[in-house]
């Protein structure tokens, strides 16, 4: 017996009274499997732990961008108390590759300062986006970033920036 293909009549049907139908492609989306750990050290104060993920989306209009979500907490809370940074910033990157085992090119970055946050709060989480792009299936495209703080009153300056492992592939 042969099979009826309905999909394009009840397409068309659609179409002439006035209904659509759904975008073929939803938003989708790859994250890190777990979240990156580091502990500031704070002079004279409570040590902060920072945790953070990244995540590449696609999004239901066919735009792709990257985010890097900073969660930090005050590891003694009774010490919680002062100024911590005179600097605290977080870089979200997206980029992409030609193939799964290609070289990384940096489509959009985009730096987010988090000092006010970081020193007004001793708990909090912040989203940092790269901005975003049309999305392009022939390309393979990941979240990457780094973050980099310069602590108030150690008298160091700006420390190293902490690279991040990048998300999974979403292509």
């Not at 066919?62 to 907490?73: D, G, L, P």
């Not at 299936?137 to 300056?157: E, F, H, M, R, T």
């Amino acid at each position: 017996m042969k099979k009826r293909h309905l999909a394009a009549p009840v397409a068309a049907a659609l179409a002439i009274i006035g209904l659509s139908t759904p975008p073929a492609q939803a938003a989708t989306y790859q994250c890190t499997d777990a979240s990156q750990e580091r502990r500031v050290s704070l002079p004279n104060k409570s040590d902060l732990d920072l945790s953070v993920s990244l995540c590449v989306f696609r999004t239901q209009y066919n735009e792709v961008y990257a985010q890097v979500v900073t969660n930090w907490s005050a590891t003694t809370p009774a010490a919680a108390f002062g100024k911590k940074f005179d600097g605290f910033k977080v870089n979200a990157r997206l980029e992409y590759r030609f193939s799964t085992g290609g070289v990384d090119y940096i489509n959009k970055s985009h730096t987010c300062d988090f000092t006010a946050s970081a020193n007004d709060m001793w708990a909090a989480t912040a989203r940092c986006n790269s901005g975003d792009t049309p999305w392009d299936a022939d390309l393979y495209w990941s979240a990457d970033g780094q973050v980099q703080w310069d602590i108030d009153g150690d008298g160091k300056g700006w420390q190293e920036p902490w690279q991040l492992t990048g998300s999974p592939l979403l292509s």
